[in-house]
Nanobody, 122 residues
């Protein structure tokens, strides 16, 4: 059983940056692909980015491509989401997720964190 804890959310002005972290415990971190999703009020939880077990492959939603970067440090059991050029429409609760297989599909991820709020003011 993998436990995931996100951190790093907060309030930032449009154009600013934040780095989210997700610390994993209870499993072999390098055995899991990791993903980030986000959910705005009244909307579904949407895919943001995913990274393979060794970090060699990454995929992004079109809405964040070129602005967000997913990375991982297997020695620290942590996945990151660097968010630059933030926009008000990026406001959401951001969740990290883990699955043994690389996927972009929300339903495929077996383990989820509790989420961290990101608010971007205009």
């Amino acid at each position: 059983q993998v436990q995931l804890v996100e951190s790093g959310g907060g309030l930032v002005q449009a154009g600013g940056s934040l780095r989210l972290s997700c610390a994993a415990s209870g499993g072999t971190f390098s055995s899991y692909a990791m993903g980030w999703f986000r959910q705005a009020p009244g909307k579904e939880r949407d895919f943001v980015a995913t990274i393979s077990r060794n970090g060699g492959s990454t995929f992004y939603a079109d809405s964040v491509k070129g602005r967000f970067t997913i990375s991982r440090d297997n020695a620290k059991n942590t996945v990151y989401l660097q968010m630059n050029s933030l926009k008000p429409e990026d406001t959401a609760v951001y969740y990290c997720a883990a699955d043994p297989f690389l996927t972009t599909m929300r339903a495929d991820f077996a383990y989820w964190g509790q989420g961290t709020q990101v608010t971007v003011s205009s």
